[in-house]
C-alpha cells in the first residue's frame, strides 16, 4: 500500500484555514501563496511537499540549502528566508530564486556585485522589524526603509518585489496584528515609491499566525510545522 503523503493532507486543511481567513477579509484566496518552510526536513519530507503540489520551498540557512537540494531547474522555486551575510551572497546567484531577507543596503550590494559578476538576476524582499525585538533582523524605521527601497531599486541585477516580516513570537494577537498591518502599511507607501508592476509580494505569516497574516494582506505565508509536524 502506498503511504499517506501527511504534508498533503496538511496543505488540504491549510488551504480551507487561507479560504476562510480571506473570506473573513473580503480577498481572494487565490492571491496567496504557499512556501514550504524546510529548515531540518529531510529530503523525503521536501518531496512530499513537491508532490503535495507546493512549487514554492524556504531555507534558512545557505550551507544547509545547498547540500539538500540541487541547482539549476527543480520544477519549484527555492528562497532563503533567513539573515544574509555578506560573504555568503556569492553562493546566491544560480542557486536561489529569492532573498527574503535583505535587512541592509550594503548586503544588498554585495549580492547586487555577485549577480553582476555572474550574469545573473535575483529577486528580494525587504526585511522590516515590524515588532521592535532587537533579537530580529530588518529595516527599523519607514525612513531607513525608503532609503533602502530608492538605492536598491537603482541595481541593476536585483529585482526588488516586495517585503517581508517575522510578527512577535506572542499569544498577544492584537501585536501579532499591529505588526502585519503596519507591514501593509508600509507595502502600499511603497509601492508608490517602487515598480508597483513588479513590487507585488507581501510575505508574513507563519505557522502560528498566518491567519491574521491573511487577513492583514499576506500575498505569501511561510509554513513549516502546520504542513510538516512538530521537528523531532
Known amino acids: 500500500m502506498k503511504p499517506v503523503n501527511g504534508v498533503k493532507v496538511h496543505l488540504e486543511e491549510v488551504k480551507r484555514r487561507i479560504n476562510d481567513a480571506a473570506t473573513r477579509a473580503g480577498r481572494d484566496p487565490a492571491s496567496i501563496e504557499v512556501m514550504a518552510v524546510t529548515k531540518t526536513r529531510s529530503e523525503e519530507e521536501i518531496r512530499e511537499a513537491v508532490d503535495a503540489g507546493l512549487v514554492l520551498i524556504g531555507e534558512n540557512r545557505v550551507q544547509e540549502a545547498m547540500a539538500k537540494f540541487p541547482k539549476g531547474d527543480r520544477g519549484y522555486r527555492l528562497h532563503l528566508i533567513g539573515h544574509l551575510q555578506r560573504n555568503k551572497a556569492r553562493f546566491v546567484p544560480g542557486f536561489f530564486d529569492c532573498v527574503e531577507s535583505i535587512d541592509k543596503i550594503e548586503t544588498a550590494a554585495a549580492l547586487e556585485r555577485q ?23 530588518g ?6 526603509l525608503k ?9 541593476d541585477w536585483i529585482r526588488l518585489k516586495g517585503l517581508m516580516t517575522i510578527a512577535p513570537f506572542s499569544e ?18 511603497a509601492r508608490r515609491r517602487a515598480d508597483a508592476g513588479e513590487f507585488v ?16 494582506g499576506a500575498t505569501r505565508v511561510r509554513l513549516g510545522t502546520v504542513l510538516f509536524g512538530e521537528r523531532p
Not at 116 to 134: A, C, F, I, P, R
Not at 201 to 216: C, Q, R, W, Y
Open 115 to 137: 549577480c553582476k559578476e555572474m550574469g545573473t538576476e535575483v529577486d528580494v524582499l525587504l526585511e522590516v522589524n515590524t515588532s521592535g525585538e532587537q533579537s530580529k533582523s
Open 139 to 144: 529595516f527599523t524605521s519607514a525612513n531607513k
Open 147 to 155: 532609503e533602502a527601497i530608492d538605492r536598491i531599486g537603482e541595481m
Open 172 to 189: 498577544d494577537t492584537a501585536a501579532v496584528r499591529r505588526s502585519f498591518s503596519s507591514l501593509r502599511s508600509m507595502f502600499e507607501e
Open 201 to 216: 509580494t507581501l510575505s508574513m505569516g507563519m505557522s502560528s499566525d498566518f491567519e491574521i497574516a491573511v487577513e492583514e
